[in-house]
């Protein structure tokens, strides 16, 4: 026991005790983090302001006044010109397509006196809009327009020719009573669920992978590894100090960047002070996992870096791990909440993104929580033992 607290406190120095190791790991890359968040969100607004704020260029033909006292408020958000039948439209669509022209709307000659005199089984006057949905300006032109037509044109006329509007109307939907009924704690807790344990898993694994090759196979490059070896301390005990330093390494890593994300992942998304708190069972749930997480991380990085003989070769091992597990926590970011099997919860890297999911929306039972938890530790237990007769052969540790 003495031989692993002697291995655990070296490698704790041989961070902490170094400023550029510090910063590196956890000064940078929140700074980083909160600074690229807070540019989205500052960028997001910017886009989402100066399409608001812009002055749509639509052209209209055959516009009847009243059409145009109608959908004032429309056009009072617009730059309008008049074209008559004599213009090209086909020369003005390819205007459209390039953001030139926000809309064209064509009414029908005789608009007005069609619908004033209408009879039934006669044709039905159409309105023809041209505009670009891959284009913000044209397609915000576009909802403005359909909400004025909605909101204002098309009940007035209607009004006109029917009188009462209520006889248009069997049934209403949310007229007396009724709406929408948010748990903003859940609807919090949803919104966390769909990144965090996704980011989670991906940078507990992004800090262990740095420390874990630079920890093991580093040392055997420099020979530091071997001198270590021929001490009176037992390899057993030099495994599972090594083990345990970059478990708590991985941790305080993924803790710092996990609390940049949070600060920060609000004002990126636009959804200011989300309305989310832990209960202390939540609290317990998610810091067993992430441990539990960064323990398993923590012996695969290191069997790759036993087996390899250089730090180039154990970065083109473990490269291929890390895309499993983006790809892992990409199938819980992605996928919906409840409803899973059992099975699920056993795999590794996934189950716990999806505990860590269900945890933020309050969804995760006891039993599929001991069963994450249980199956990380007897895989990561399974892993350190190899990892233990890894040290013990010297052709690993001397790269014989």
């Known amino acids: ?232 301390v037992k390899r057993s005990d030099i495994v599972l100090g090594k083990l345990l330093a970059l478990t708590c390494m991985s941790m305080l890593s993924a803790a710092v960047y996990i609390v940049a994300l949070v600060i920060a992942m609000p004002s990126a998304l636009g959804a200011g002070d989300m309305a989310f708190t832990f209960t202390p069972q939540q609290i317990v749930m998610v810091i067993v996992l992430m441990i539990l997480l960064a323990f398993f991380y923590v012996a695969l990085v290191s069997l790759v870096a036993v087996l390899a003989k250089t730090v180039k070769e154990a970065t083109t091992y473990v490269t291929p791990l890390y895309i499993i597990v983006i790809v892992a926590g990409l199938f819980t970011m992605l996928s919906t909440s409840g409803g899973h099997e059992t099975w699920e919860y056993i795999v590794p890297v996934y189950g716990v993104a999806l505990a860590l999911g269900e945890i933020f929306t309050q969804e995760l039972t006891i039993v599929h929580f001991l069963l994450t938890s249980i199956s990380t530790l007897v895989i990561s237990g399974v892993l350190s033992a190899v990892i233990v007769r890894a040290f013990d052969s010297e052709r690993f540790m001397f790269n014989a």
């Open 1 to 232: 026991m003495s031989g692993l607290k002697v291995v655990f406190n070296k490698e704790m120095r041989r961070v902490f005790k170094e400023p550029k190791m510090i910063f590196s790991l956890f000064i940078l890359p929140v700074v980083l983090m909160i600074g690229i968040y807070a540019l989205i969100g500052y960028l997001g607004q910017n886009m989402s302001r100066d399409i608001e704020q812009h002055t749509s260029v639509v052209y209209v033909q055959n516009m009847p006044e009243k059409a145009k006292q109608l959908l004032s408020d429309f056009t009072a958000q617009a730059q309008v010109t008049d074209f008559d039948s004599a213009a090209d439209l086909e020369a003005m669509k390819p205007q459209v397509a390039d953001g030139t022209i926000d809309l064209i709307v064509i009414f029908p000659e005789n608009f007005m006196e069609s619908i004033e005199n209408y009879e039934e089984g006669a044709a039905i006057p159409d309105v023809q809009v041209y505009y670009n949905p891959m284009e913000d300006y044209s397609s915000e032109a576009w909802s403005r327009f359909s909400a004025a037509v909605d909101g204002s044109l098309r009940p007035a006329l209607l009004a006109e020719r029917i009188g009462d509007m209520s006889q248009l109307s069997v049934f209403t939907v949310n007229a007396s009573g009724g709406g929408e009924i948010i748990d903003e704690q859940r609807a919090s807790g949803k919104m966390l669920s769909m990144m965090l344990p996704y980011l989670i898993t991906m940078l507990l694994f992004a800090g262990t992978m740095s420390l874990g090759m630079d920890t093991i196979t580093g040392e055997k490059e420099r020979g530091t590894m071997a001198s270590m070896l021929v001490t009176p």
